[in-house]
């Protein structure tokens, strides 16, 4: 009895003409329309859309460098130093799934004219970077910034999600399932 019901539920839900994805993909394979996100290194959940991706340039960064990453050949990434000498590679977005935590300060800004609160990850509270805003915007009643305001992800706190996919491994014996009802 128990071996009929796992074969009925097994060819429900892996039926002959149901394939598992091939995990071995590229950004390029993929078409234009493909939209791919950023996500949280520690959960996996989105943080924003790659089309997000902006360039704002930091008079206060230590490095600026222009390289490949996630797909794209041309990725603004800058270095940063904050007052206890960290040193963070970031990356600029216009939007972003994260919330900001205390009040906006105006020291130690990266950007003259903004204030800036930590930006952490919605579902597990990490640290990913800090959202700024313009300083004559900035209120307490905002905890967003404006649409002229941006945000700042640390890279080694998020990680795009084609890329996030193509770790993930079909375990062996989902392969085999394919065989059995053919």
């Not at 796992?6 to 060819?11: A, D, G, L, N, R």
């Not at 460098?65 to 130093?81: A, H, M, N, P, Y």
């Not at 800004?109 to 204030?115: D, N, Q």
Request: net charge neutral; aromatic share 10%; with cysteine.
């Amino acid at each position: 009895m128990v071996f009929a019901v796992v074969f009925i539920f097994v060819c429900l839900a892996y039926g002959g003409s149901a394939r598992f994805q091939d995990t071995d993909v590229h950004s390029e394979d993929l078409p234009k329309a493909a939209i791919d996100y950023l996500l949280c290194r520690h959960c996996g959940t989105d943080i924003s859309p790659l089309t997000s991706l902006t360039s704002i340039d930091s008079p206060a960064a230590i490095k600026k460098r222009i390289t490949q990453l996630f797909g794209l050949k041309e990725v603004k990434v800058q270095t940063v130093e904050n007052s206890l000498h960290l040193r963070f590679e970031i990356l600029t977005l216009s939007k972003a799934l994260c919330v900001g935590k205390g009040n906006w300060q105006s020291e130690d800004s990266w950007y003259p004219g903004y204030v800036w609160k930590v930006c952490v990850c919605a579902q597990c509270g990490r640290h990913i970077g800090w959202m700024f805003e313009p300083l004559h915007l900035a209120t307490s009643e905002r905890i967003y910034p404006s649409n002229k305001g941006f945000y700042i992800v640390i890279i080694s706190s998020i990680i795009n999600e084609l890329h996030a996919d193509s770790l993930i491994l079909v375990p062996k014996h989902f392969s085999t399932i394919g065989q059995i009802s053919d």
